[in-house]
């Protein structure tokens, strides 16, 4: 085959316009030859000729298959109906030994002094200590209540601007609504 009529039945067969014969003569035309130029069809016909070699699955292929799959999901099931109650025991288990060893550990305190007016200077001191810290953390806060008083004053204010604003638009627009009322009265009566 020359290159003309190769290149014509070729491009036959890229538009679905090739024949049974025409496709068979060129699946043994690159079979048996390589021309330059056209390595990617010869190519794709060697892979279409091997992969006409792959047999007809069994009669009973598809039944096969699905009983495999269904014993599958059988086993997935029986297994999973033994599993869940070990790993729900393990699981209750691992939070009672848990527990235990929290609450084990936290016996009878003893007294960290012997004299008790050291005790009470400690204490004096600890407590000292977090009231000084609590009064830094509230004075950080006093930026956001001047905030808060400030947003609340500017809500007072459109809150009353929208009032008086509501009020004075009532004030136009009722001699208007009055004579379209009075116009459509009019209309109607004739």
Do not use: W
């Not at 086993?75 to 209750?92: D, H, K, S, T």
């Not at 939070?95 to 012997?114: C, E, N, P, V």
């Amino acid at each position: 085959m020359n290159d003309a009529d190769l290149r014509r039945v070729i491009e036959k067969y890229y538009k679905g316009d090739c024949s049974e014969e025409e496709e068979r003569s060129l699946r043994e035309f690159f079979a048996a030859n390589s021309p330059e130029g056209f390595e990617t069809e010869r190519e794709l016909f060697i892979y279409y000729e091997a992969a006409s070699d792959v047999p007809e699955p069994s009669e009973n292929f598809e039944s096969r298959i699905l009983s495999g799959l269904d014993d599958l999901e059988a086993r997935r099931i029986n297994l999973r109906r033994l599993l869940l109650p070990a790993i729900n025991i393990a699981a209750g288990m691992l939070i009672l030994t848990g527990t235990y060893l929290f609450f084990a550990g936290k016996g009878k305190t003893a007294d960290t002094f012997k004299d008790p007016a050291i005790a009470y200077v400690e204490t004096m001191k600890i407590l000292h200590t977090v009231s000084s810290q609590m009064n830094k953390g509230e004075s950080a806060l006093e930026p956001v209540g001047k905030i808060n008083e400030i947003t609340e004053r500017s809500f007072r204010v459109i809150t009353e601007s929208s009032g008086k604003i509501e009020k004075n638009l009532k004030l136009i627009v009722e001699p208007f609504d009055n004579a379209g009322e009075q116009l459509g009265n009019q209309i109607n009566k004739k």
